[in-house]
């Protein structure tokens, strides 16, 4: 659906984007994560016709970014960061106007300002000034105008930025929706909202691709050795770990916050081998009693930390 080969763009001599290559296929949801300033933007205002590239190729589908542009963004509905809105119409003769520019006829028009207005939450709003919203509405008008001409993929570019937590969660859901028909690709810096939402996670830092696989992947490969938790009963905390640490594959035992009768510990392996049979079968031995026994992996946000942090 969408191939960028050795795409670059520079400022001047800042390089903004370095040599990056992607492949996105049809029907994916897929975030482009990465602190301010890692080249997310510009990426998208290149994917979408907005910016020339220094040098690469974009293909939305069969079309050439370079000599095919307006073919290519036909199919792409965008909205940037900050949705351009004239703040002093009412969203239906906003929206109206949108889908007159993009050549529906006067009686295709109000059937598809209707199917925009159940998508994006706006029935209650249509008759309001679009100043007069708050910013999460503000997106959802957007996102309608985005998705006007239902193109088959939608770019959004930051698209929860400056929202209050519920309608952070609103946005997500309506993304979620338009995933399961639509390619979409988004730009944040918000790791509860790309792994919430996204399929896949591509990792930018200083213009370069640092990750790329989806959130649970990049969890298993990236998050190190395995960790395991579990909580017992009736057991000694010293003998515990004694145990622990003397089955194969294990580096290190910590102990958690215990309750009275209960004693958690978090089990470090020294590869990526699951070592919870190990586990299971060393505490069998005992007359402890299992409670839990889950097994963890790295949190985004620490692979995040470590792919993104300045040497």
């Avoid at 503000?138 to 998705?147: D, E, P, S």
């Avoid at 790329?212 to 190190?224: A, C, I, N, V, Y």
């Avoid at 640490?245 to 009275?260: A, C, I, K, M, Y």
Wanted: with cysteine.
């Amino acid at each position: 659906m969408i191939r960028i080969e050795n795409l670059s763009k520079h400022f001047g001599e800042v390089c903004a984007v370095n040599n990056i290559s992607l492949d996105i296929a049809r029907g994916e949801i897929v975030g482009l994560l990465g602190p301010n300033g890692a080249g997310k933007t510009t990426t998208l205002r290149m994917m979408t016709g907005y910016l020339l590239p220094t040098s690469g190729t974009i293909r939305i589908k069969e079309y050439s970014m370079d000599t095919e542009t307006c073919a290519g963004k036909n199919v792409i509905g965008y909205l940037p960061e900050a949705a351009p809105l004239y703040h002093n119409m009412l969203v239906y003769d906003y929206l109206d106007y949108v889908a007159s520019l993009r050549g529906k006829r006067k009686e295709e028009r109000m059937p598809r300002l209707r199917e925009l207005a159940d998508l994006c939450g706006l029935h209650g709003i249509m008759h309001k000034t679009i100043g007069e919203l708050s910013r999460g509405l503000k997106q959802r008008v957007g996102l309608a105008h985005a998705m006007m001409s239902n193109p088959e993929i939608l770019v959004l570019d930051e698209p929860t930025a400056g929202l209050d937590p519920n309608q952070i969660v609103e946005i997500r859901e309506i993304i979620r929706r338009i995933g399961r028909e639509k390619t979409v690709v988004l730009s944040t810096h918000i790791l509860s909202e790309a792994e919430a939402t996204c399929d896949r996670i591509v990792i930018i830092h200083r213009g370069s691709i640092v990750a790329d696989d989806r959130t649970e992947t990049l969890k298993k490969s990236l998050g190190g050795g395995q960790r395991v938790s579990l909580a017992l009963r009736n057991a000694c905390a010293r003998e515990v770990i004694e145990l622990l640490q003397s089955l194969e594959g294990v580096h290190q035992v910590d102990e958690g916050d215990s309750g009275d009768d209960l004693l958690v510990f978090t089990v470090s392996a020294r590869s990526s081998d699951d070592i919870r049979e190990r586990i299971y079968r060393g505490i069998r031995t005992t007359d402890w009693v299992l409670v839990e026994m889950h097994q963890e992996s790295k949190p985004l946000e620490s692979i995040f930390r470590e792919l993104t942090r300045e040497a």
